[in-house]
């Protein structure tokens, strides 16, 4: 495929095997071909795509992907530790979180996590994701503890922890700006941040989802903060509950422009709310989550808002399951995300996919579909590419 080819027509069937698709749809994909971008009144439009124009998107997703990033899927050999399940917040959307007196209330002691951290390192995993509730009794030092925790069991180990969320907490906790905080989490070997909490960073959702209780405003000067202090991070969508298309587009330009500043995405997560159990689904007030098609323009129109910026668009097969990861995969992603032993909290919404991937089955799933497997380490260095 060349870029200055007119791919598409919508008065003719084009040449290149391209569907007749409407015009504007035509102009939108044309211009993404020519690696220009995309402004957030066409990726609202992009999120309309249906029959022959969402075939169109999903062909150009993919030839974005397969220039920034060739034929390699990779995934990562990962143990969640959810250290606690305790949280005073009460997000309307999470069914992973319990109060102080219910009988499945968790705490981890330090020991526990260590011993979780050496036997992953055992299994072959080279990182630990971290994430707890906001227990209210939280020690003010434990953030930085988990972390030398696992650091002295397993040196070796990359620990990806904590969310804005928990950084804000551990801030007001600890008493410290978030520069001092983050510091002292990194010196205490923390390699990277997850960017979750970021739900959909629009103030009217997130007073539906959390109250705002974290304000766009704090997640984007938490994440913005870290890239400075040189932790990387990823970056996240949650959708399919309260938010639409406007939403998206206008949360995908945000992460395109903290990018542009600071380059400290190392990929980006769409995350389909997951509504089995999650309070503000069963009170009537969300719909049940993403259909198949929204996954799908999801994932393509990330590809297409973030070439040039962020390399890595992942899919979250806990929530999306093998076959339509798949078919997200073929529609601009190209990571598989983590193999993920003791994932919970995807799992408690009511996820039905499981909770561990061996990477043999990551390997088969992706040589199905026609592509290279490859392992990698949580900040995209390639360990083991598989021969195909
Ligand atoms: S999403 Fe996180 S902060 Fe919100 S209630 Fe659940 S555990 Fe607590």
Redesign the pocket.
């Known amino acids: 495929m060349t870029v200055n080819t007119p791919l598409f027509s919508s008065s003719t069937t084009n040449t290149d095997g391209f569907p007749k698709i409407n015009a504007k749809f035509a102009d939108i994909l044309t211009r993404a071909l020519e690696e220009r971008e995309i402004n957030e009144d066409e990726a609202v439009l992009l999120f309309s795509a249906e029959g022959p124009e969402l075939r169109s998107l999903i062909q150009v997703a993919d030839e974005l992907r397969r220039r920034a990033v060739g034929q390699i899927i990779t995934y990562v050999s990962v143990r969640n530790i959810n250290f606690t ?1 305790v ?5 309307r ?5 319990r109060r102080l007196d219910d009988p499945e209330a968790q705490w981890l002691s330090l020991s526990e996590v260590a011993n979780r951290a050496v036997e992953a390192w055992e299994a072959g995993a080279t990182e630990v994701c971290m ?4 227990h209210p009794h939280m020690p003010p030092n434990h953030y930085h503890d988990l972390i030398v925790a696992v650091k002295e069991a397993v040196p070796e180990m990359h620990v990806h922890a904590f ?1 804005p ?2 950084i804000w907490y551990g801030s007001k906790l600890t008493n410290m700006t978030y520069v001092d905080f983050l510091t002292s989490l990194k010196d205490a070997g923390l390699g990277s941040l997850p960017g979750t ?1 970021a739900e959909i960073l629009d103030t009217n959702v997130r007073q539906q989802l ?1 109250k705002n ?2 304000s766009s405003e704090e997640w984007v000067e938490i994440i913005t903060t870290a890239h400075k202090l040189g932790i990387r991070t990823t970056s996240t969508i949650m959708y399919g509950h309260v938010d639409g298309p406007h939403h998206w587009a206008k949360h995908i330009k945000l992460i395109r422009d903290i990018q542009r500043d600071t380059d400290g995405f190392t990929e980006f997560v769409p995350l389909g709310f997951v509504h089995h159990n999650a309070p503000i689904y069963l009170d009537g007030d969300a719909r049940p989550g993403p259909t198949i098609e929204e996954n799908l323009r999801m994932h393509a129109v990330a590809r297409i808002m973030l070439h040039g910026y962020i390399p890595n668009i992942q899919v979250s097969w806990v929530k999306l399951g093998p076959d339509v990861s798949q078919k997200c995969l073929m529609a601009g992603a190209n990571d598989f995300g983590g193999t993920l032993i003791d994932e919970t ?1 995807s799992r408690s919404a009511g996820a039905p996919h499981g909770q561990h991937m061996h990477p043999k089955e990551f390997q088969r799933l992706i040589k199905e579909i026609g592509r290279v497997p490859a392992q990698r380490n949580t900040l995209y260095d390639l360990l083991d590419v598989q021969d195909y």
């Open positions: 399940n949280c005073y917040t009460g997000c959307f999470c069914a992973f979180a994430q707890g509730g906001l969310s969320f928990e909490a959390t209780k974290l909290i």
